[in-house]
């Protein structure tokens, strides 16, 4: 079993209050109990990555959960940023986004994002999409470990 269900940092970069209280919602119940770090916007991304301002003693994140339409900066920007950085491109990133379009699955896989999922409309398709983060990415996959 990857993980062998321990705790994960997360970084979930999400505007929409609502979508963002859900997901932590969903993951307050799965079995993993990971902490999970919202960054409402992408310079607030950026910052917590970063460490500046209130994220200075922050954890390094073992996986982000990116929108790409984000205020201030684009999720799109923020996914180029961080896979061109040497010390956060092995951090899986997994675009989460209202989007569907070809053109932001192509260009979200080409800056090398870990899978691009669109938020279904439906409530319970959205609760079933967040629960299955738990198995694939907490219980099966091993992520890397924090080196920053």
Known sequence: ????????????????PADAHLIQ????GFQVKNHITIAQDGAEATDYLNKK?????RDCPSIII????????????VLKEIKQNETFRR????VLT???????????YYNYANAFLSKPADFDEFVSLIESFE???FKWTTLPKCID
């Open 98 to 108: 209202t989007s569907n379009s070809e053109e932001d699955v192509m260009n979200s």
């Open 25 to 28: 919602e969903i993951f307050d």
């Open 66 to 77: 990116l929108d790409l339409n984000l205020p201030k900066k684009d999720g799109r920007k």
């Open 91 to 94: 951090i899986p990133v997994v």
């Open 1 to 16: 079993m990857g993980n062998n269900l321990k705790n994960q940092e997360v970084l979930l970069v999400e505007d929409n």
């Open 135 to 137: 198995n694939f990415w």
């Open 53 to 57: 301002g209130r994220f200075k003693d």
